[in-house]
Every structure is written in structure tokens, then in C-alpha cells.
């Protein structure tokens, strides 16, 4: 039985603990209002264009600015392999400015898959361009944000921002307990390079896909938001897919910036 002196101490410590929490709330939700003003404005939808569709530019996922801004990163899924060249379509992203919406053409520089990650890059004047976190210095339990499209351009392409926490850093696929839940993607993870991706509570959709997720202080480019690719290896057993979300390692970006250079 623990003493009285003991059961004070316990209760002074947890109460700094409180306290500490108390105190350290305002200070991140500053760093949230401030970061966001500097994240969306890298922020783009992406799509194709097609001048005699309607609509013109059809969305497919959310992307954003790097390396030289002129450089967009997004998830390989969102890019569509085929383009119907004979009604003229383009890959293209869509901006806001200050008078609207503003679409630009896009090209594919770069391709990593196996991560799906890609790289495009965009015709005119440079985006204000993230800066992407130097190391692997993520942190389970860590706070992060990510700024995109969560429902695609149904209620407009205003960037919208959630905020969560990393809360556990885990292999993207996981062994199954029996042949039938295997399916030819887990297959193909399980057999060739098995990476950790960061699995976020936070809420994300599907037009969220591509999305930077970040670090609220450093404003730091920690992930790349993933719901397709992930969910397909991590929840291939289950019939309804979580509302977990995903994010794939900034590190995977990084190589391929490195590679263009």
C-alpha cells in the first residue's frame, strides 16, 4: 500500500503533468494557425484537362509544391497511366488565386511505385514551395497536419486542413494468417522491399490522396497522405476498409529530387 507522502508526491506530479498540457495547448494550436497560411498556398488539386468537357478539368487527387516550385509531388495512383489524346486531354493541376481558379498544364518527370509516388512539372511561374523535413526524425505519438482536397472540388477547391498524430510507424504490409487473405498486391509487398509508412489518427478521403502532411512547428514535410496503395497491403483481410489514415515516408520524395539533380 503505497504511504501518504508517496500518494501526495503522485498527485503534485501528475498534476504538473496537467498543467504542463494546459499550458503547452495554446502554444501548438499558434503553431497550426500560423503554419497553415505558409502550407496552402503550395497546395493544388490535380486532374486532367480536357477543353470540351464539362467540366474542363476533372479532379483526381491532391498535390503540392517543391524543389524549385515548379515540381509537384503527389501519389502515383492519382496520375492516370492513359491520356485520350484525341479529345485533347492534358495532365493539368488547378490553383487558386486571387481571382479564382487557375489551371495549368502539367507533365510527368518522375515515377517511384513501388512507393506511388510521382513528380510532375508545371508550365508558368513558380508555386511558393515546401520545404520537406531533412531526416527520419518522426515520432510516434507526434503531431502532424495535412492540407488538401478531402472532397474533391463537390463544395469548391478551397484547401482544407485536418490535424492529428503520428500514432504508430508500421510495416506496410503484415504476413497473413492464411492463403485466402492473400491478394496480388500484399503478395507483391510482402516479396519485395517491405517499408514502414506512418498510420495517422487523423480523418482523411479519398481526394486527400497525395496530400503533404506536416509538422505543425517546423512546417516540415513529414509524409505524403496515401489512401489507396496502403489500404489495398495494410487492410487487404478486411471487407470494409478503416478510417485509418496513411501517410507514406517524405524520405521516398526526397530520392527522387535527388535523382532529377
Same mark, same amino acid.
Given at each position: 500500500?503505497?504511504?501518504?507522502?508517496?500518494?501526495?508526491?503522485?498527485?503534485?506530479?501528475?498534476?504538473?503533468? @496537467? =498543467?504542463?498540457?494546459?499550458?503547452?495547448?495554446? %502554444?501548438?494550436?499558434?503553431?497550426?494557425?500560423? @503554419?497553415?497560411?505558409?502550407? +496552402?498556398?503550395?497546395?493544388? #488539386?490535380?486532374?486532367?484537362?480536357?477543353?470540351?468537357?464539362?467540366?474542363? !478539368?476533372? !479532379?483526381?487527387?491532391?498535390? =503540392?509544391? $517543391?524543389?524549385?516550385?515548379?515540381?509537384?509531388?503527389?501519389? @502515383?495512383?492519382? &496520375?492516370? /497511366? $492513359?491520356?485520350?489524346?484525341? %479529345?485533347?486531354? /492534358?495532365?493539368?493541376?488547378?490553383?487558386?488565386?486571387?481571382?479564382?481558379?487557375? $489551371?495549368?498544364?502539367?507533365?510527368?518527370?518522375?515515377?517511384?511505385?513501388?512507393?506511388?509516388?510521382? *513528380?510532375?512539372?508545371?508550365?508558368?511561374?513558380?508555386?511558393? #514551395?515546401?520545404?520537406?523535413?531533412?531526416?527520419?526524425?518522426?515520432?510516434?505519438?507526434?503531431?502532424?497536419? =495535412?492540407?488538401?482536397?478531402?472532397?474533391?472540388?463537390?463544395?469548391?477547391?478551397?484547401?482544407?486542413?485536418? +490535424?492529428?498524430? &503520428?500514432?504508430?510507424?508500421?510495416?506496410?504490409?503484415?504476413?497473413?494468417?492464411?492463403? %485466402?487473405?492473400?491478394?496480388?498486391?500484399?503478395?507483391?509487398?510482402?516479396?519485395? /522491399?517491405? =517499408?514502414?509508412?506512418?498510420?495517422?489518427?487523423?480523418? @482523411?478521403?479519398?481526394?486527400?490522396?497525395?496530400?503533404?502532411?506536416?509538422?505543425?512547428?517546423? +512546417?516540415?514535410?513529414?509524409?505524403?497522405?496515401?489512401?489507396?496503395?496502403?489500404?489495398?497491403?495494410? /487492410?487487404? &483481410? *478486411?471487407?470494409?476498409?478503416?478510417?485509418?489514415?496513411?501517410?507514406?515516408?517524405?524520405?521516398?520524395?526526397?530520392?527522387?529530387?535527388?535523382?532529377? %539533380?
Amino acid at each position: 500500500m503505497s504511504d501518504p507522502v508517496s500518494l501526495r508526491r503522485r498527485a503534485v506530479l501528475g498534476g504538473g503533468l @496537467a =498543467f504542463g498540457m494546459l499550458l503547452a495547448a495554446p %502554444r501548438l494550436r499558434a503553431d497550426l494557425v500560423a @503554419a497553415v497560411p505558409r502550407i +496552402r498556398p503550395a497546395v493544388v #488539386a490535380v486532374g486532367t484537362y480536357q477543353p470540351r468537357r464539362n467540366p474542363a !478539368f476533372r !479532379f483526381l487527387g491532391t498535390g =503540392f509544391a $517543391v524543389g524549385d516550385g515548379r515540381s509537384i509531388a503527389t501519389n @502515383a495512383h492519382v &496520375v492516370p /497511366e $492513359v491520356l485520350d489524346g484525341e %479529345r485533347m486531354e /492534358e495532365l493539368a493541376i488547378a490553383v487558386a488565386d486571387g481571382q479564382g481558379t487557375a $489551371v495549368r498544364r502539367a507533365e510527368r518527370v518522375a515515377a517511384d511505385k513501388d512507393h506511388d509516388l510521382v *513528380l510532375l512539372r508545371i508550365e508558368g511561374a513558380a508555386l511558393p #514551395a515546401l520545404e520537406l523535413a531533412p531526416g527520419d526524425s518522426v515520432r510516434e505519438g507526434q503531431r502532424i497536419a =495535412f492540407t488538401g482536397f478531402p472532397i474533391g472540388n463537390a463544395l469548391g477547391l478551397v484547401p482544407v486542413t485536418h +490535424r492529428g498524430i &503520428v500514432s504508430a510507424i508500421t510495416p506496410i504490409g503484415i504476413p497473413q494468417a492464411g492463403a %485466402r487473405d492473400l491478394d496480388p498486391a500484399l503478395i507483391r509487398r510482402l516479396s519485395g /522491399e517491405r =517499408f514502414d509508412i506512418y498510420q495517422l489518427d487523423a480523418t @482523411a478521403y479519398p481526394g486527400n490522396s497525395g496530400s503533404p502532411v506536416f509538422d505543425p512547428h517546423s +512546417r516540415q514535410v513529414i509524409g505524403i497522405l496515401n489512401m489507396v496503395l496502403v489500404k489495398r497491403t495494410k /487492410e487487404s &483481410v *478486411l471487407s470494409d476498409p478503416s478510417g485509418i489514415s496513411y501517410a507514406i515516408p517524405v524520405r521516398y520524395l526526397r530520392a527522387m529530387l535527388q535523382t532529377l %539533380r
